[in-house]
């Protein structure tokens, strides 16, 4: 490549006291990279703020962090695995060798880092740029002949199954596979050689082009979040430029799908979703997914966005509202070579008030007896701060909102309520509590320990009467996290009402932001920000919601693997412990004899109903799908899986037994489009007929 300049044969590096040496050994020789930008040689290397700041992040993590842990060796080797990780997590661009030459280093990280050496980060990132580079020559290479389509060949898409490649050639045969799996999207789609070779290739050029455009900011950042990792994932550093990038200006987002964006290397992440916008109903775009391709209208051609900066990739979601804007998606827990799928949104303006409490009464037949239900469904723990502080009389929150509409509800006349938690991911911890209040006496919500160990008794400070008293159930899903878990948990533990649907996300810690300029005098630089975990939930029973999160009463068939969606699933999370139990009466209205009863009628539904017969069924044959990582490379083999994969996606659904509703033809859409609301009222139907509450 005639931009590189490669320095071959042995590097000798000389350093001051302290700091790291690197010589040539047998198992690999370590190349310095250059770059050519115009007519000047560009090298990476720290920049002069980068050794001050790191000894900031490494004295607040030692002394504020809640996980108390040294910075010893055994961390070091968690951080040599993290950043080898975070640059090449399909173990498709370094080679055995660069690992084994560097595995000298993988006890000494910990000396370096109080220092702010940084010379290990570099060079490391200095052999991951090579051998991408080496992998865009290679690839190019294949786009000049179209593979065998016909052959029986597999390609493992879990990488992390596999051992590094031992050599160029080995590394060669998995980007032979690589080009195929990705080329069959394609084919699959009905494209020919001439326009996948043209896409693929221009894919690669942006990557290409983004490695010669990585800065010293981008490997910092790399570097430091494969240590900060190490706490517990949840704890993040934000270079100036990704600080900014985090939650992209909303104006860019207001009018589109609702999501914020960020970028990881050459990847659009979602960093969250708006309560109440396109990406939120989908019920579908999560936290972490990648988005790999942007197509516009029904009939638009994909434009592959690998590779594209952020600001570029926003623009071609974006959009004028009622407008249709298809993704390709990977999923957050699926291997970056894995089938994407391909999400139909319409965009709209997002609005406030689109992402606030809704009410809806759905009227539930069982036999001769109708029941009213309502059903409020909060998507996040929201509150206007900005107005609050101002004393505008009715600013919004979310327990002022649901307090309005469950008076609406009572109004109108309603023999249960169904609190719909489904997909919230938290917000307000106040919130939290206030909303609590509306269904429990006074008393402790949640507890709070601190990194000090001082735990603190958060509790409803409302000395009114309970605002709603009859029958109640909350349903869940594993994306009900953080505040949903506080709510969910107290009703719980509170004996108040019944928890239905999914274990939720088990995320108990507390973050908060800090800005690393505070603690240093360097007004003319700017710097990042961390985001560090401080403290930890706990239920008011003395029992931590990290890594379990809360369990329904009756537990719904669910799709997704707590090893793999949910707190439990990431290596570093925080574990499950329990502090004492704080002082508070449990109402009683739910003893173990009605969920006994509940959990024998939820049986007999799951015995009876074809529908969630089926539902059951589906959700098996969807993760046996998710667990075959080893995919053909066969073109009839793949459109057979691909077909498969859309009859189970299409199939996630049941319908209704119309005489179980009203002929209300929305609510009959609703529910036969949703199981999990359909049956949670079914068993608040038998709270309201032995009349809970």
């Given at each position: 490549?005639?931009?590189?300049?490669?320095?071959?044969?042995?590097?000798?590096?000389?350093?001051?006291?302290?700091?790291?040496?690197?010589?040539?050994?047998?198992?690999?020789?370590?190349?310095?990279?250059?770059?050519?930008?115009?007519?000047?040689?560009?090298?990476?290397?720290?920049?002069?703020?980068?050794?001050?700041?790191?000894?900031?992040?490494?004295?607040?993590?030692?002394?504020?962090?809640?996980?108390?842990?040294?910075?010893?060796?055994?961390?070091?080797?968690?951080?040599?695995?993290?950043?080898?990780?975070?640059?090449?997590?399909?173990?498709?661009?370094?080679?055995?060798?660069?690992?084994?030459?560097?595995?000298?280093?993988?006890?000494?990280?910990?000396?370096?880092?109080?220092?702010?050496?940084?010379?290990?980060?570099?060079?490391?990132?200095?052999?991951?740029?090579?051998?991408?580079?080496?992998?865009?020559?290679?690839?190019?290479?294949?786009?000049?002949?179209?593979?065998?389509?016909?052959?029986?060949?597999?390609?493992?898409?879990?990488?992390?199954?596999?051992?590094?490649?031992?050599?160029?050639?080995?590394?060669?045969?998995?980007?032979?596979?690589?080009?195929?799996?990705?080329?069959?999207?394609?084919?699959?789609?009905?494209?020919?050689?001439?326009?996948?070779?043209?896409?693929?290739?221009?894919?690669?050029?942006?990557?290409?082009?983004?490695?010669?455009?990585?800065?010293?900011?981008?490997?910092?950042?790399?570097?430091?979040?494969?240590?900060?990792?190490?706490?517990?994932?949840?704890?993040?550093?934000?270079?100036?430029?990704?600080?900014?990038?985090?939650?992209?200006?909303?104006?860019?987002?207001?009018?589109?799908?609702?999501?914020?964006?960020?970028?990881?290397?050459?990847?659009?992440?979602?960093?969250?979703?708006?309560?109440?916008?396109?990406?939120?109903?989908?019920?579908?775009?999560?936290?972490?997914?990648?988005?790999?391709?942007?197509?516009?209208?029904?009939?638009?051609?994909?434009?592959?966005?690998?590779?594209?900066?952020?600001?570029?990739?926003?623009?071609?979601?974006?959009?004028?509202?009622?407008?249709?804007?298809?993704?390709?998606?990977?999923?957050?827990?699926?291997?970056?070579?894995?089938?994407?799928?391909?999400?139909?949104?319409?965009?709209?303006?997002?609005?406030?008030?689109?992402?606030?409490?809704?009410?809806?009464?759905?009227?539930?037949?069982?036999?001769?007896?109708?029941?009213?239900?309502?059903?409020?469904?909060?998507?996040?723990?929201?509150?206007?701060?900005?107005?609050?502080?101002?004393?505008?009389?009715?600013?919004?929150?979310?327990?002022?909102?649901?307090?309005?509409?469950?008076?609406?509800?009572?109004?109108?006349?309603?023999?249960?309520?169904?609190?719909?938690?489904?997909?919230?991911?938290?917000?307000?911890?106040?919130?939290?509590?206030?909303?609590?209040?509306?269904?429990?006496?006074?008393?402790?919500?949640?507890?709070?320990?601190?990194?000090?160990?001082?735990?603190?008794?958060?509790?409803?400070?409302?000395?009114?009467?309970?605002?709603?008293?009859?029958?109640?159930?909350?349903?869940?899903?594993?994306?009900?996290?953080?505040?949903?878990?506080?709510?969910?948990?107290?009703?719980?533990?509170?004996?108040?009402?019944?928890?239905?649907?999914?274990?939720?996300?088990?995320?108990?810690?507390?973050?908060?932001?800090?800005?690393?300029?505070?603690?240093?005098?360097?007004?003319?630089?700017?710097?990042?920000?961390?985001?560090?975990?401080?403290a930890k939930f706990y239920r008011v029973t003395g029992s931590s919601t990290q890594r379990i999160g809360v369990?329904?009463?009756?537990?719904?068939?669910?799709?997704?693997?707590?090893?793999?969606?949910?707190?439990?699933?990431?290596?570093?999370?925080?574990?499950?412990?329990?502090?004492?139990?704080?002082?508070?009466?449990?109402?009683?209205?739910?003893?173990?004899?009605?969920?006994?009863?509940?959990?024998?009628?939820?049986?007999?539904?799951?015995?009876?109903?074809?529908?969630?017969?089926?539902?059951?069924?589906?959700?098996?044959?969807?993760?046996?799908?998710?667990?075959?990582?080893?995919?053909?490379?066969?073109?009839?083999?793949?459109?057979?899986?691909?077909?498969?994969?859309?009859?189970?996606?299409?199939?996630?659904?049941?319908?209704?037994?119309?005489?179980?509703?009203?002929?209300?033809?929305?609510?009959?859409?609703?529910?036969?489009?949703?199981?999990?609301?359909?049956?949670?009222?079914?068993?608040?139907?038998?709270?309201?007929?032995?009349?809970?509450?």
């Amino acid at each position: 490549m005639n931009k590189l300049l490669l320095i071959l044969g042995s590097v000798i590096m000389t350093y001051g006291v302290g700091e790291m040496a690197m010589q040539e050994t047998s198992s690999a020789q370590v190349e310095s990279v250059q770059v050519f930008d115009g007519d000047t040689l560009k090298t990476l290397e720290p920049k002069p703020e980068h050794a001050s700041e790191t000894f900031v992040i490494v004295n607040l993590l030692n002394r504020y962090h809640y996980r108390k842990v040294t910075l010893n060796d055994s961390l070091s080797s968690v951080i040599f695995d993290n950043y080898f990780e975070s640059l090449d997590p399909n173990k498709s661009y370094f080679l055995q060798s660069d690992i084994d030459y560097f595995e000298k280093y993988r006890y000494t990280i910990d000396d370096h880092l109080p220092e702010g050496n940084l010379d290990f980060a570099y060079q490391v990132f200095s052999i991951y740029r090579e051998r991408s580079l080496e992998r865009m020559d290679y690839i190019h290479e294949l786009l000049n002949q179209e593979p065998n389509f016909n052959e029986e060949e597999y390609f493992e898409t879990d990488r992390d199954k596999m051992p590094w490649a031992k050599n160029r050639e080995e590394l060669n045969d998995v980007w032979k596979k690589i080009i195929k799996n990705q080329s069959l999207s394609y084919k699959i789609g009905g494209k020919d050689w001439e326009y996948i070779s043209d896409a693929l290739a221009k894919r690669y050029q942006r990557v290409e082009k983004a490695l010669y455009q990585y800065n010293s900011e981008d490997v910092y950042q790399a570097f430091i979040n494969a240590y900060t990792s190490s706490y517990d994932p949840h704890t993040d550093y934000f270079s100036p430029v990704a600080k900014e990038n985090f939650q992209i200006d909303m104006s860019l987002s207001l009018e589109g799908i609702g999501a914020q964006l960020t970028q990881q290397l050459d990847y659009t992440k979602v960093a969250d979703i708006i309560p109440g916008g396109p990406a939120y109903k989908s019920k579908y775009l999560q936290k972490d997914d990648r988005i790999i391709g942007v197509a516009q209208g029904d009939e638009g051609e994909f434009v592959d966005v690998i590779g594209w900066r952020l600001d570029e990739v926003v623009q071609k979601i974006r959009g004028p509202k009622g407008s249709v804007v298809r993704l390709q998606i990977i999923k957050h827990d699926e291997d970056i070579n894995s089938l994407p799928d391909t999400l139909r949104l319409v965009r709209d303006k997002i609005k406030l008030e689109k992402s606030a409490a809704k009410a809806e009464i759905i009227p539930l037949m069982d036999g001769n007896d109708t029941y009213n239900l309502g059903v409020v469904t909060v998507p996040s723990f929201y509150i206007n701060f900005d107005e609050m502080n101002r004393g505008v009389k009715d600013y919004k929150s979310t327990t002022r909102d649901v307090r309005k509409l469950v008076d609406s509800l009572k109004n109108k006349g309603i023999d249960g309520l169904m609190i719909d938690l489904r997909y919230n991911g938290g917000g307000s911890l106040q919130e939290a509590i206030e909303l609590t209040g509306l269904f429990v006496p006074q008393g402790p919500v949640v507890q709070v320990r601190n990194t000090d160990n001082t735990v603190d008794v958060m509790k409803d400070e409302d000395h009114g009467e309970v605002f709603y008293d009859g029958p109640l159930a909350v349903l869940t899903n594993r994306y009900s996290a953080s505040a949903s878990e506080i709510f969910s948990g107290a009703i719980q533990d509170y004996k108040r009402g019944i928890i239905v649907g999914e274990n939720t996300f088990g995320k108990g810690t507390v973050q908060n932001l800090i800005d690393i300029g505070r603690y240093m005098r360097q007004e003319d630089v700017e710097l990042g920000q961390l985001k560090m975990t401080l403290a930890k939930f706990y239920r008011v029973t003395g029992s931590s919601t990290q890594r379990i999160g809360v369990a329904p009463d009756i537990q719904f068939p669910s799709p997704y693997e707590d090893e793999i969606f949910g707190e439990s699933g990431r290596p570093t999370a925080l574990p499950w412990d329990e502090i004492a139990g704080a002082k508070f009466k449990p109402t009683n209205q739910i003893d173990g004899e009605l969920i006994d009863k509940l959990q024998k009628l939820y049986g007999k539904h799951l015995d009876e109903d074809q529908d969630l017969k089926d539902l059951v069924a589906d959700i098996e044959k969807a993760r046996e799908i998710r667990s075959q990582t080893k995919v053909s490379l066969n073109l009839e083999d793949r459109r057979a899986m691909q077909e498969e994969q859309n009859d189970v996606q299409d199939d996630l659904s049941t319908s209704l037994n119309n005489s179980e509703v009203l002929s209300d033809e929305e609510h009959t859409k609703k529910l036969s489009e949703d199981p999990y609301l359909k049956e949670g009222l079914r068993l608040l139907a038998e709270l309201a007929k032995a009349k809970i509450g």
